[in-house]
T-cell receptor, first 117, second 112 residues
């Protein structure tokens, strides 16, 4: 149980284009979804937290107009990296939690590796 | 500023030995504590969570929490080469807002 998927697993795009990453909770309804970014040999950095039907809460230093997050349903959240640049190349990982499943526990998706040329 | 500190390692242990991973945190009011395992190039995988002082055992893994000393540890018994990975300690603070603060992780190497 508590399976989270992400799509795509890997994407290469040109500088200036936008990329959409999907995060789905497959066997539970996610009250909250989180988006992280991880650079090589660094720890996970939380980018934003989203609750279904609400605007995402962004961490300090994360541009909300560049990283658009939509959490339209209890099983789907999307992260769109707009006008991507090479410095946006990173490993993007989502996680999901539900109040009724071991409250506070986050289950992670497999991640999306973004390379911006 | 909430901080979670871990020794980056690598921690090297022989196969069959006990691996001990430690983590300290700065927010004294922290409520929830998690250990994740991350293989290179992969996303974190939940190993255990612990909320109360003391020990919590799950198979070969034992999490230990000492809130007075603000540390949490993970013991891995009968370590296997497949346990070689980076182990991330994560903490949720007192605010009740369920955001995890991660440590930088400890790399564990189990040699055959």
């Amino acid at each position: 149980g508590a399976v989270v998927s992400q799509h795509p697993s890997r994407v290469i795009c040109k500088s200036g284009t936008s990329v959409k990453i999907e995060c789905r909770s497959l066997d539970f309804q996610a009250t909250t979804m989180f988006w992280y970014r991880q650079f090589p040999k660094k720890s996970l950095m939380l980018m934003a937290t989203s609750n279904e039907g609400s605007k995402a809460t962004y961490e300090q230093g994360v541009e909300k107009d560049k990283f658009l997050i939509n959490h339209a349903s209890l099983t789907l959240s999307t992260l769109t990296v707009t006008s991507a640049h090479p410095e946006d190349s990173s490993f993007y990982i989502c996680s999901a939690s539900h109040d009724l499943i071991a409250a506070d526990t986050q289950y992670f998706g497999p991640g999306t590796r973004l390379t911006v040329l | 500023q909430k901080e979670v500190e871990q020794n980056s390692g690598p921690l090297s242990v022989p196969e069959g030995a006990i691996a001990s991973l430690n983590c300290t945190y700065s927010d004294r009011g922290s409520q929830s504590f998690f250990w994740y395992r991350q293989y290179s190039g992969k996303s974190p995988e939940l190993i255990m969570f612990i909320y109360s002082n003391g020990d919590k055992e799950d198979g070969r893994f034992t999490a230990q929490l000492n809130k007075a000393s603000q540390y949490v540890s993970l013991l891995i018994r009968d370590s296997q080469p497949s346990d070689s990975a980076t182990y991330l300690c994560a903490v949720i603070g007192r605010s009740g807002y369920s955001t995890l603060t991660f440590g930088k992780g400890t790399m564990l190497l189990v040699s055959p």
